[in-house]
């Protein structure tokens, strides 16, 4: 006799059906494709993470030993592994990114509200910062990195007032982080802090005249001419600052590709006794602003961190381009319904803790917010880490 709902299609009840449906539709996905469909395939895959497997072969075991049990769990029948990894490997995976990006704008807006940090800073705070993974040459010989290995790079633009990433591509290792910018969709009076490695006056520019703001490293080579001064506070001097300047390239090149006046903030950080210079085209914001919006590029650190020690994106089901993007995409989605999840029933434990109680609570009937009553629990090892949500 069933009493209750399994914990996981309580979780997978978050899923928008219709505009999944749509995703499908847009990249015709079911076309001549058979079996499974692609809300079996994304059941699967989404089971395999949340319950932390680390093969399909391990998720189909598992399910196959609970017979009688898929149609209770959200499955309307358990397909055999082959037939999954053909479906990864033939299904188009823009369907899964563009899912992923429709719950990345709903998870967006439910936590903008929540959001303490820089709220003396208008527009939209972005760190935009990119992460390797590791192949084996001989198994993904088309994801290009070094002579000795594949690899494939992980681009994000993560929404530092939320944590949430908002741009996600995924590339080759050998691809130059500066070429993102190619493909990030500019939003007006935002700003992104990025590192040394996506530094281009050509593209800066461009930053500026769609009245957008930078925040960066300078390199070490660059030549320019100080223009003038601006007069540092008290506190300023206090937080660290030491110089506030307004520049002009120098060099031929620099000077064409970026015409206009730049702003060099130098910093003292006690921490580190490190001092660091800082660029950006922002001429109004308070030097000590402008570090702390660098400083606060550590969350996309700490969001690769999170994703690779907690999702299932170290060992892939698949050896084809469309099976690795498949299972990333799939793996951001289960992310972001989590997020959901906590968002709609109030929880206080971080997001960490929520997956870890879902992994091994898969198969009970409780109603999924019983299963976070306690507070109580403090793991201090993973407290940076899972400071995200």
Known sequence: MNQGKYVFAQFMELFPRYEFSRCVKKYNGEYRLGKPSCLDQFSIMCFSQLS??????????????????????????????????????????????????????RAQWSYWWESAEFNDVEGSIYALDSSTIDLCMNLFPWATFRTTKSGIKLHTLLDIRTHIPTFIHISEAARADVNIWDGIPLETGSWYVVDRGYVDYERYYRLTTSSCYFVTRTKVNVKWTRVLSNPISDSDKEAGIRSDQIMKFSWSKSKKEYPERIRRVRHYDKKTKKYLTFMTNNMTASPFVIAELYRSKWSVELFFKWIKQHLCIRNFFGRTENAVKTQIWIAVTTYVLAAILKKQLNLKQ??????????????????????????????????DQTSLF
């Not at 009688?68 to 499955?75: T, V």
């Open 52 to 105: 932390g497997r680390d093969s399909l072969r391990s998720a189909v075991m598992c399910l196959d030993a609970h017979k009688g049990k898929p149609c209770h769990l959200w499955f309307r029948c358990v397909p055999a592994r082959k037939t999954i990894a053909d479906a990864n490997e033939s299904r188009d995976w823009r369907i899964y990114r563009d899912f992923a990006m429709l719950l990345i704008s």
């Open 350 to 383: 971080s997001l960490y803790e929520i997956l870890q109680v879902l992994w091994v609570s898969v198969f009970d009937k409780s109603p999924i917010s019983s299963l976070f009553l306690w507070d109580n629990y403090s793991n201090e090892d993973t407290l």
